[in-house]
């Protein structure tokens, strides 16, 4: 059986948590590709060219530690930009997104580019003030020194970035289902997703 599930929106929506859990709950793969990126630009940090690093792409990076810092999300976002990049991950997402037994992925282009097939979309949002605390109290919690406002800053442009950008920029798919996270527990959004799940689910 292949079933995909599309889940995008912008940064600390809530897109991870939700796309992990549904995996869990239906027994499908779960992809983070904000990973790929991630690792791309951990590599472009470290002195690689963007180009190369996203060619030469493995598995293995996605699990090296140091991904979710302030300084990779924000080179991620700048790398993520540049059509080469995104062209060269373009066929690993693809191959999960149609694996049989499912799968759900994560990040700002499944529903548009990587999967617009996916027999269901969500697009994740929440206000900028609960995406700026939930990402803080993650950095604080991993003894990252900031503040909200630096963060809500960041956030910002970043969003700006992956929003404004021509290739494969931030935006919902038209059949997408946009859930705002705000006032919902990460319990609650799970409960609405697989109730919409199920409806198109075959039994
Ligand atoms: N509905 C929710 N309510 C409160 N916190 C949430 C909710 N969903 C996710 N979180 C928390 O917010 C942070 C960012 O969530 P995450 O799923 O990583 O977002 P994204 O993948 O969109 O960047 C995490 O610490 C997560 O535990
Ligand atoms: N499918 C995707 C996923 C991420 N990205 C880029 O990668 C960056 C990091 O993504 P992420 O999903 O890890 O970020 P968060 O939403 O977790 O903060 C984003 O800001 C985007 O620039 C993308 O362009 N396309």
Redesign the pocket.
């Known amino acids: 059986m292949h079933f995909t599930i599309a889940i995008d ?12 859990a549904l995996a869990k709950h239906f027994g499908f793969e779960h992809l ?1 590709t ?1 990973l790929l990126y991630r690792a791309v630009a951990a590599r472009v940090l470290a002195g690689d060219t963007p180009e190369h690093a996203a060619q030469t792409l493995d598995t293995h990076h996605l699990t090296h530690k140091g991904m979710r810092t302030p300084e990779v999300g924000a080179e991620a976002s700048r790398v993520a930009a540049i059509p080469a990049v995104r062209a060269a991950l373009v066929d690993y997402q693809r191959k999960v997104a149609r694996r049989k037994g499912g799968a759900v992925l ?1 990040g700002r282009d499944i529903g548009t580019v990587i999967a617009p097939e996916a027999e269901v979309k969500f697009f ?1 949002t ?1 206000s900028d003030t ?2 700026a605390q ?2 803080l ?2 950095f604080t ?1 991993k003894g990252i020194d900031t503040d909200l406002e630096t963060v809500l800053r960041d956030m910002q442009d970043r969003d700006a970035r992956d929003s404004d950008r021509a290739a494969a920029p931030l935006r919902p798919a038209d059949d997408a289902i946009t859930i705002d ?2 006032d ?6 799970l409960a609405i997703a697989i109730e919409l799940v199920d409806e198109v689910l075959p039994k």
């Open positions: 929106g912008p940064a600390a929506s809530g897109k991870g948590t939700l796309a992990k983070d904000g994560d994740i929440a609960s995406r939930r990402r109290a993650e919690a996270t705000s919902l527990t990460a319990e609650e959004v």
